[in-house]
């Protein structure tokens, strides 16, 4: 409830703002737009943290069956594979493409607003590149709605306001639709909800409507106090600090930016010592001081070494620096083995900052004994070493 899966939170933001760079890169960039897509980026971030937080629960509300016991590995993995595939494939991938085609909305936005006093005076509704368009936006562009930019009509409804959505605009000097057949739109075509805000108005590709945050601040399960931040003056100040006094602000609150902050600095962190190991470890070998076969340091072992969560976090990756010295120590305690899951699992007991921990090798057939991971958790002794 209290944390953030670093690496997933890390992966879904670059995704994202590769998104956003691909959509945004389509139009020609003017001279403020550094700021905008700084805007964007955070906004990225955020709506990333929000994500993770709300698989990674949903996957842990699954842990109990309908007597509150706790379920077996093989049935909990069973049971959330669904929540796994949609958000890291299904949803995610529609996520993705909407983030390409909001992006690229609000670069051409703003390069309407630019490019005003020479432009047409108007903004066509264009229709739908889609094979089976949605019956949601046809009331706009089979007329098509063609209005002044500063129309009211664009805050309720324009193109990409809905998830799948391949409408477009495009600057016209054709007159403006009068306002007797502009349709109301009614209640099935209000925008999709994280989808509501112009992106180029409000440096939001998601807005904080979206499901995945919470519906008020009261609701929310992030850790810290919430604390609406400083943000620059100039031209960002018109992207932050927007929110009513008292009003849920998900993308100018501490919560999230503590999360984000933390996660960004464990996972570069952990990118500097994979590379460090890549370099100097990796294909070596290490031998604890009576455990009779060579460990080899593999790049999977490292990645997972470096990857894995642990309390002291920067110091358990600072191990792999000198691990012969730590298998040569006397404070290195080997516990043992067992069959698991069809491998040998060799656990080392450790002591990290006062506080035990378990360095775990898996004996592979054929390949030897490779360094594994390393855990904080008592657990797995329970999981791994059988009476």
Known sequence: MTELEENLFYEFWNKLNGATDKGFGEIAPVDYDADFIEALRHNNGVFSAFKVHRMQNDMAAGLLDENGELKSFEQWLNDVLPIADHQNRVWFQT???????RAHQAAEWRQFENEADDAPPNL??????????????????SIPVILPMDDPFWDR??????????????????????????????????????????????GQIFSDSHPYNPPSCAACTLPGKKVLLNRPTGRL????????????????????????????KKTEGAKATRQWAKENIQGTTVKHFIFEKEIQISGGGIREFTNQPHKHF???????????????????????????????????????????????????KGQGV????????DKVLDEIIKP
């Open 237 to 264: 100040a018109s992207f932050f600090n927007a929110g009513a006094k008292g009003k849920k602000d998900c993308y100018n609150c501490s919560r999230p930016v503590q999360l984000m902050n933390e996660a960004r």
């Open 124 to 141: 066509e509704w264009i229709q739908t590149t889609s094979v089976h368009p949605a019956e949601e936006h046809a009331a706009f562009w």
């Open 314 to 364: 920067f110091e358990k990756n600072d191990l792999l620096k000198d691990l012969q010295g730590l298998f040569n120590s006397k404070t290195t305690i080997y516990r043992g083995i067992t069959a698991w899951k069809g491998r040998k699992s060799h656990i080392f007991e450790i002591t990290l900052m006062g506080e035990k921990s378990y360095i775990i090798a898996n004996e592979i």
């Open 370 to 377: 490779l360094l594994y991971g390393i855990t904080e958790s």
């Open 157 to 202: 409804h324009r193109p990409c306001d809905r998830w799948g959505c391949k409408c477009q605009l495009r600057a016209t000097d054709k007159p403006a639709t009068p306002a007797n057949r502009i349709p109301d739109g009614g209640n099935r075509d209000k925008p999709s909800p994280g989808l509501d805000v112009n992106p180029a108005k409000g």
């Open 95 to 101: 996520e993705y493409d909407t983030a390409v085609k």
